[in-house]
């Protein structure tokens, strides 16, 4: 093989790792857009403030719902 043609073959490898490392890179911030857009609203529909999901970033509720959740457990206790 001559050089040329080793040059080049390694400059296409190279492009098409670029290309797929690009190509991954815009599917992970695809699933973070859609993670955060599915955990930004209560089941009850209302939206999870930005404040409340930063301080507790596992919440699934909105306060309200959470504080009826949790109301609920006190009673039953």
Do not use: H, K, W, Y
């Amino acid at each position: 093989m001559s050089v040329s043609n080793r040059a080049f073959e390694l400059a296409d490898r190279r492009a098409e790792e670029e290309r797929a490392a690009g190509i991954r890179r815009v599917q992970q911030a695809i699933r973070a857009a859609i993670d955060v857009t599915a955990s930004s609203f209560c089941d009850c529909g209302e939206r999870i403030p930005d404040a409340r999901r930063q301080a507790v970033p596992t919440t699934t509720r909105c306060i309200d719902c959470e504080t009826f959740i949790e109301r609920q457990s006190r009673r039953r206790a």
